[in-house]
């Protein structure tokens, strides 16, 4: 069966400082692979999506940026965060043969 | 930028009576789908409905779908405890990979 992990649960960091989450998938591959945003009593918003290796699709102008080194990897970064970057970072993924998306438990991010 | 709207934002009822949230969209879709969201958790994939389809049936869910209103309804049945969550309606333009455009949801919860 396909699992999908995100790491860290939580972060806290100040203002100015670098991010780095990862997102990995297995049991599956070639999936693609997406980064939502939750803000606090928000729905979703798509940042960036992915259907293959190095191949990355941006949803929206911000202050982050996605990688996808490896298959089943996909990277959230920032050189320097802002406080509009907090909140609930949510990796999902899917075969590309349906719409249903599969998602993964989140990260907590506040920047201090 | 958020395509679907929910109605309520929040709904309050006992165990056992039936729950219904709507959900409203602005463009075009091919296919609609309702996520469940518990607290500070990534979200679940319910069910899915495709834009030819006008109600689909899964366990104690009912969805149905309005193309001409633009609208969408997700009634739980018989509700339980555990169906204590956020609800989410997220929608797609039929563009294979791309991401899901999701609503602000309704947070629901069930008194016991």
């Known amino acids: 069966s396909q699992t999908i992990h995100q790491w860290p649960a939580t972060l806290v960091q100040p203002v100015g400082s670098p991010l780095s989450l990862e997102c990995t998938v297995e049991?599956?591959?070639?999936?693609?692979l997406y980064w939502y945003r939750q803000a606090a009593g928000r729905g979703l918003q798509l940042l960036f999506y992915?259907?293959?290796?190095?191949?990355i699709s941006s949803e929206v102008p911000q202050n982050l940026s996605a990688s996808r080194p490896q298959d089943r990897q996909f990277i959230l970064s920032s050189k320097k965060l802002l406080l509009s970057d907090s909140g609930f970072y949510l990796c999902a993924w899917n075969t590309g043969f349906t719409y249903e998306q599969y998602f993964g438990p989140g990260t907590r991010l506040t920047v201090t | 930028s958020q395509q679907g709207e929910e109605d309520p934002q929040a709904l309050s009822i006992q165990e056992g009576e039936n729950a219904t949230m709507n959900c409203s969209y602005k463009t075009s879709i091919n296919n609609l789908q309702w996520y469940r969201q518990n607290s500070g958790r990534g979200l679940v994939h319910l069910i899915l409905?495709?834009?030819?389809?006008r109600e689909k049936h899964s366990g104690r869910l009912r969805v149905t779908l309005d193309t001409s209103k633009k609208s969408s309804s997700l009634l739980i049945t018989a509700s339980r405890a555990a169906d204590t969550a956020s609800y989410f309606c997220?929608?797609?333009?039929?563009?294979?990979?791309?991401?899901?455009?999701f609503g602000k949801g309704t947070h629901l919860i069930i008194q016991p």
């Open positions: 409905i495709r834009s030819n389809e």
């Open positions: 049991g599956t591959s070639n999936p693609n």
């Open positions: 997220a929608t797609d333009a039929g563009g294979g990979a791309d991401g899901l455009t």
């Open positions: 992915s259907v293959g290796i190095g191949q």
